[in-house]
Structure formats: structure tokens, C-alpha cells
């Protein structure tokens, strides 16, 4: 078992709980070179479903189209799915394969096997960092001039100070 089949098999189980099988596919060398120069084929089973794995060898960003047409090949000579396996896929390239409905499994990413009725996106979003940028020279001079001079008391005007610090409104408001 390759890597990859280990790490498809792994993230079938934990997204699925389910076990998988993963074995050779006896029908690979009947197809073209081509396709078997740019995809390693495996035979799998997931949820009592039957399918062919295309692994993605070349890493490289592939045409929809081509896909599309590479994968109908297999599928027409397989007489079962085809799932199309990558380690990764941008956001706009996996948009693109929901939407022309090719399944594909992006391991400890991404799930869609239609055939299954199975969408499954997991997407961890880092949290909104605080921006760690300094204080800006104008709202330096406000927060020293209210810290000074007690300019928070309800009567002050942001405006107001604006021509006695040096700054022009707009600036005082930005800095505000």
C-alpha cells in the first residue's frame, strides 16, 4: 500500500467511519500511456460502492476539460466511477469540479463523491489576528493631548483640535 492509498484510506475512515478497500486494478494496463504515465489507478471500495482511484501524479494544474475527458475514458474501460485523487487543489479549481459534478478526494481536505451523495468541505479558518501595526504620529499627539489636557470631557470636539495640534480634520477623524 502507497502513501497516498494509506492517507485516502485513513480520511475515508475519519470522515466516514467506515473502512475502505484499496487494492491494485487489474484493468490499468489496458489503457493508454498517457493516462497511465499521469495517473496511478487503484481499485476502491467505499461504503459498499465500487470505484476507480485516479492519483494524480504530475502535481500540475490540469484542464477541467482534459480531466473531464481522461476520467470518462477510464470510466468507460472500468465500467464503475472514477475518482480523481490530488494532495491539494485551490478553492477555485475544486468550485469548478463540484460544479461539472467529478468526484475527487483532496485527503484530510476534501470529499465530494456525488455517486455517494457525499459533499464534504472542511475548511479551518484561522481566527482575525489583531493587527499589530504602531500608532500613527496624529493619533499619537490626540491621545497625549487628551491624556494632558482632559480634552475627553463632553464638550470636546475632535474638529476643535484638529488646527490646534497641526492636523487637518481629516486627519484627526482617521487617527479617531
Known sequence: MTTVDAAVKRYLHEVLGAESHISHWELASQLPY????????????????????????????????????????????????????????????????VEQKIPFIVPGNQLYLPMLGIDLREYFRRPPQPEDRPLSPATQAILIAALMRKLWLKDWAPAGIATELGYGPMTVSRAM
Request: glycine content about 4%.
Open 34 to 97: 498517457s493516462l497511465q504515465d499521469a495517473y496511478e489507478f487503484r481499485r476502491g471500495e467505499v461504503l459498499g460502492r465500487q470505484m476507480v482511484l485516479a492519483i494524480d501524479r504530475r502535481g500540475q494544474k490540469l484542464n477541467r476539460r482534459d480531466l473531464r475527458v481522461q476520467l470518462a475514458r477510464v470510466a468507460a474501460i472500468a465500467d464503475l466511477a472514477v475518482v480523481y485523487v490530488v494532495n491539494s487543489l485551490a478553492s477555485h479549481e475544486r468550485r469548478r469540479l
